[in-house]
């Protein structure tokens, strides 16, 4: 797609997200309980913290500042129709263009928000006086797409407080309080100086004078009529700043405990998402959902034997799919096996020396039927299950930059 038309579809999708919002949070934490005895052990320690003690549901955590943010991030899902349209004109600009995408929805950002409209009847969250706007979408799309410090680089920008912007800080409350694994951990402690800006403009449109009666000092910077949205924001980004730094611990914690990498899970769900959207055929992902599912914490060694085997075999027919839609792209064959795929991959480019190394040494480590004395079975699973799942996000990245899509 090019840039001009990717930028015209752009904004009918966002214009169409202020009048009629899709985008929204669920909790899904229940939707485990029919599927308990298929649990990872990174889910049942999960599932264990969730149900030990009461929890609040979205609507009245919303009513809190600071926001608590949720130890357990995979329990709740982002989902939108425009988000997703965003999301597949994104994937269709060629790489070089698409900061010019980025910088294109941020002028939004920067000028405080296009316009507002009357909240529809259907759609309650974010709001603000009983208006709706598109800044929500675009802050979760440029997280999610990894232009976090473009993003916050653009809402140190507006002049004024306005409604849409007190919708967006809103809604990065309700993000870093239900998916701050979003963000790393360097992220977090940067956001508040990111915001410091924002508040700080917010901030001068609070008060007309400070001071002490007899001696005030007049605020040449206050224009009345912005009171309420002002507040809001300072509010807001004094309540993402406590969020941060609950998050930062919830870091360390898992640093510290060893309990979930939640970083791991996080790369699982995008490698799903890759593969998806790139067309690769669906026993891939069900070959690592079985994976997943022989990976519990009761597993013995006979199903982590069969776990590294439905690991091995997502892993090579990963690359060899991915080998086989290249060179038809090219007009060219390649043989539909492990080694003259590797070969193929590198002569072409697609991976570097150093990858095609890496890539041929894990796949002898999956193909090892053995299993190194020294490190107990299920440490070896997980170790390969965690490579596997880090390659295959490296290896698909890559293959959405470089515009491979198995569906053409």
């Avoid at 929204?24 to 264990?48: C, F, K, L, P, Q």
């Avoid at 990498?261 to 769900?269: C, G, L, V």
């Avoid at 193929?344 to 190394?357: A, E, G, H, R």
Wanted: charged fraction near 25%; aromatic fraction near 10%; proline fraction near 5%.
């Amino acid at each position: 797609m090019q840039i001009a038309e990717a930028r015209l579809a752009v904004d009918q999708i966002l214009n169409e997200e202020c009048q009629r919002p899709t985008i929204g949070y669920e909790d899904i934490a229940n939707e485990w309980v029919n599927r308990y005895e298929e649990m990872t052990r990174d889910e049942i320690t999960a599932w264990s913290k969730i149900t030990s003690v009461p929890r609040k549901n979205l609507w009245a955590l919303r009513k809190l500042r600071p926001r608590p943010v949720t130890e357990t991030p995979q329990i709740y899902r982002l989902s939108g129709i425009n988000y997703d349209l965003l999301m597949s004109v994104y994937r269709q600009v060629n790489e070089g263009e698409r900061p010019q995408l980025i910088d294109h929805m941020l002028m939004r950002v920067e000028h405080g928000g296009t316009y507002s409209c009357r909240r529809p009847e259907d759609y309650q969250f974010p709001s603000f006086n009983n208006r709706v706007c598109e800044l929500p979408l675009i802050a979760e799309f440029c997280i999610r797409t990894r232009n976090v410090e473009t993003f916050f680089a653009a809402t140190a920008k507006p002049a004024h407080p306005a409604n849409a912007l007190a919708m967006m800080v809103i809604q990065l409350e309700e993000t870093i309080a239900t998916s701050w694994d979003l963000f790393s951990k360097a992220q977090l402690g940067e956001i508040p100086k990111w915001l410091a800006p924002l508040r700080e403009m917010a901030d001068r449109q609070t008060y007309s004078a400070l001071g002490t009666t007899g001696n005030m000092v007049k605020n040449p910077h206050y224009r009345p009529g912005r009171e309420r949205e002002a507040n809001q924001i300072v509010d807001s980004v004094d309540g993402i700043t406590k969020e941060c730094e609950q998050a930062r611990f919830w870091y360390l914690k898992g640093a510290l405990q060893r309990t979930i990498n939640f970083e791991i899970e996080s790369d699982k769900t995008k490698v799903v998402s890759f593969l998806d959207t790139l067309g690769f055929d669906p026993v891939l992902t069900a070959a690592m959902a079985k994976a997943e599912e022989l990976y519990r914490a009761s597993s013995d060694a006979f199903e982590l034997k069969s776990c590294l085997g439905h690991i091995r075999s997502f892993y090579e027919q990963l690359n060899i799919d991915a080998g086989q839609a290249i060179a038809k792209g090219l007009g060219v064959t390649v043989v539909d096996q492990w080694d003259p795929t590797l070969t193929f991959l590198k002569n072409k480019s697609f991976l570097s020396p150093q990858q095609d190394k890496f890539a041929r040494g894990l796949y002898a480590l999956l193909s090892d039927e053995g299993v190194h004395p020294l490190i107990a079975e299920r440490e070896f699973a997980r170790l390969l299950r965690n490579m596997v799942i880090e390659y295959g996000l490296m290896f698909l990245t890559m293959l959405e930059k470089k515009g491979v899509n198995l569906k053409a």
